[in-house]
C-alpha cells in the first residue's frame, strides 16, 4: 500500500487520511490538475531528490498552459518537498507534487475554481515488475494514438494527458504486454505510456523530438547527457514504426521507469532479446550518478531537520 505518515496540502504538513477533497472538485470532472513524478534516490548522505528544479520548473510549465496560477513560489515548493520527505523518514521514495482546480462552480471553466498545491511521498519500487531492469520489458505498438498536435498540450504533465496513458498501458496488459508504445498523429514513434523512448540503429542512439507528442522528460535529458558523454551518437529523429525492427535496442527511460530495456516489440525480439551494451553502460552511468556515487549536480540532498 502506497502510505506514508504526512502530505504537505496548501503550505502545511497533514496526516495522509486528513488530505482530502470534495467530490465536486473542478479536477475530478474536467481533469484540471497537472503534477510531477520526482524520486528521491538513497545516498550515502541520505535521500537526495534527482532534479528537483527542473520538475518544479515543469510544473510551472504546465500550470501556465492549463491556467492554473501556482499560489507557491518555487522556492516554497522546493522547501515543501525536502520537508515532507524528511518528516516522511523515507530512504528513499518517489515524490508527487500536484496543483489541482477545487471546489467552485461546476462548468467546463475552470477559472473560479479554487486552486490547491499538494506533495505526497511514498516508498515505491517503478514501473515495471522486478527484474524488468534487468531482463528487459516486452511491449507491443499501441491502437491508441497520442494526442495531435494542437489537441492536448503534450509537453505538460497534465491530468487530462493521462487518459491516454491509461488507455495504452491497459490495452498493453490485457494483451499480455507489460506495456505500450504509442505513435503520434502522423504514425512516427512518440513514446511509452509513461516513458520516453530510445532506440540504438547503425551506430546512432536515436530519440524522438519535442515536437512529436511527447512529455520532454527529465529523464531524457540526463540520458541525453549521459550518452554524449560516453560519445554516443546522439540524434532527435523523427521514428518511422518499422526503425522499433531494425533497431539494435531499444530502451524506456523516465523517473519512475529508469532506464528500462525493451526486449521485444509485437513479440519480435529486439536483437538478441536481450538488453544490450549501451543500455548496459547507461544503465551504470544514471546509476551512479543517482545514487550519490559520482557528484553532477543532479542530486539536493533531503538534509536534516
Ligand atoms: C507520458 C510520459 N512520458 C515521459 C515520461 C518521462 O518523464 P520524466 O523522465 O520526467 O519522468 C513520463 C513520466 O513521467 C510520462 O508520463
Not at 515543469?58 to 515548493?77: D, G, K, Q, T, Y
Not at 551518437?233 to 535496442?249: G, H
Amino acid at each position: 500500500m502506497q502510505k506514508a505518515d504526512w502530505i504537505w496540502m496548501d503550505g502545511e504538513l497533514i496526516p495522509w487520511d486528513a488530505a482530502q477533497v470534495h467530490v465536486l472538485s473542478h479536477a475530478l470532472h474536467y481533469g484540471s490538475a497537472v503534477f510531477e513524478g520526482i524520486r528521491a534516490y538513497a545516498t550515502p548522505q541520505g535521500p537526495a531528490v534527482l532534479e528537483l528544479d527542473a520538475h518544479l520548473e515543469r510544473l510551472e510549465r504546465s500550470c501556465r498552459v492549463v491556467h492554473i496560477p501556482l499560489p507557491f513560489e518555487r522556492e516554497a515548493l522546493h522547501n515543501a518537498v525536502l520537508e515532507t520527505v524528511r518528516r516522511n523518514g523515507h530512504p528513499a521514495c518517489y515524490i508527487r507534487p500536484l496543483a489541482f482546480r477545487g471546489e467552485g462552480p461546476l462548468g467546463v471553466s475552470p477559472l473560479t475554481s479554487a486552486v490547491h498545491v499538494i506533495v505526497a511521498t511514498w516508498e515505491w519500487a517503478g514501473a515495471h515488475h522486478a527484474g524488468a531492469k534487468e531482463e528487459g520489458i516486452d511491449v507491443c505498438v499501441s491502437s491508441w494514438r497520442r494526442m495531435a498536435p494542437g489537441t492536448h498540450p503534450a509537453m505538460a504533465k497534465a491530468a487530462g494527458n493521462y487518459l491516454n496513458s491509461q488507455l495504452v498501458l491497459v490495452e498493453a496488459k490485457q494483451n499480455g504486454f507489460h506495456d505500450g508504445i504509442v505513435l503520434d498523429v502522423n504514425g512516427y514513434v512518440s513514446e511509452g505510456s509513461g516513458a520516453n523512448l530510445f532506440l540504438e540503429l547503425d551506430g546512432r542512439l536515436i530519440t524522438p523530438p519535442l515536437g512529436d507528442s511527447i512529455l520532454p522528460g527529465i529523464t531524457r535529458g540526463l540520458v541525453m547527457q549521459l550518452a554524449r558523454e560516453l560519445d554516443l551518437e546522439l540524434v532527435e529523429q523523427r521514428i518511422a514504426r518499422e526503425m522499433l525492427t531494425f533497431a539494435s535496442e531499444v530502451f524506456l527511460v523516465g523517473t519512475a521507469a529508469e532506464i528500462t530495456p525493451v526486449r521485444s516489440v509485437d513479440r519480435i525480439p529486439v536483437g538478441s532479446g536481450q538488453p544490450g551494451p549501451v543500455t548496459r553502460s547507461l544503465q551504470a552511468a544514471f546509476k551512479r550518478a543517482v545514487t550519490g556515487q559520482e557528484d553532477r549536480g543532479w542530486l539536493t540532498l533531503v538534509g536534516g531537520a
